[in-house]
């Protein structure tokens, strides 16, 4: 069982930058694949960004490439989602989301992940 509370939302202009912060709680949290989900109103919830349980791997979805940066921090159960450069697109609800990947490799479907966290406003006005 994995416990997960994001932390980090916040109102910013247009170009500003936010970092979210998800604390992990239970165990074998080093085994798990990471993922950052984001729901606006309205829509459906989308994939963000992934990182491996090694932090070798990451995978972003398109519109946030090269603005966005994923990271984790396995000693403090902890995974990062830097957001620079912020749209007032971006503005949704980030969740935190955990799938368990001993073997590697990366997940990037939302239907993969098996526990998730309440979730944390993220508003960029223009």
């Known amino acids: 069982q994995v416990q997960l509370v994001e932390s980090g939302g916040g109102l910013v202009q247009a170009g500003g930058s936010l970092r979210l912060s998800c604390a992990a709680s239970g165990r074998s949290f080093s085994r798990y694949v990471m993922g950052w989900f984001r729901q606006a109103p309205g829509k459906e919830r989308e994939f963000v960004a992934a990182i491996s349980w090694s932090a070798g791997s990451t995978y972003y979805t398109d519109s946030v490439k090269g603005r966005f940066t994923i990271s984790r921090d396995n000693a403090k159960n902890t995974v990062y989602l830097q957001m620079n450069s912020l749209k007032p697109e971006d503005t949704a609800v980030y969740y935190c989301?955990?799938?368990?990947?001993?073997?590697?490799?990366?997940?990037?479907?939302?239907?993969?992940?098996?526990?998730w966290g309440q979730g944390t406003q993220v508003t960029a006005s223009s």
């Open positions: 989301a955990a799938h368990y990947r001993p073997l590697g490799g990366i997940s990037r479907e939302r239907n993969q992940y098996d526990y």
